[in-house]
């Protein structure tokens, strides 16, 4: 006896449910990056899935790198929080590269 497996369409934006930001292990296990909040790092995931559609569109500065657009209004309504927290966050990846640059 078979049995009949039924497989649901998706409408609309439902199919956005399985739509996943990357966060490199990395920024999870290393102990050169547990300072970062979590937050920190779910912001760096939301800004590699910026770099993504910035190289899809082209969108390199004169020496080749990808850049992205991405505001601090868009920052705080993706994060769900204010000016300041989405100010404080990105002060922190920037606080993380530069502790990065001095280890290496």
């Not at 039924?6 to 930001?21: C, D, H, L, R, T």
């Not at 939301?46 to 770099?51: C, E, Y």
């Not at 994060?79 to 290496?104: F, P, Q, S």
């Amino acid at each position: 006896m078979q049995t009949q497996v039924n497989f649901s369409y998706f409408y609309g934006e439902e199919s956005e449910q399985f739509s996943y930001f990357r966060i490199p292990r990395l920024l999870v296990r290393s102990k050169r990056f547990k300072t970062l909040s979590t937050e920190a790092k779910l912001l760096y995931g939301l800004m590699l899935d910026r770099m993504g559609l910035s190289a899809k569109h082209g969108w390199y500065d004169e020496l080749g790198r990808v850049y992205i657009y991405y505001t601090l209004d868009e920052i705080q309504t993706d994060l769900m929080c204010g000016h300041n927290k989405a100010v404080r966050l990105l002060a922190e990846l920037d606080m993380g590269t530069k502790r990065r640059e001095i280890l290496k």
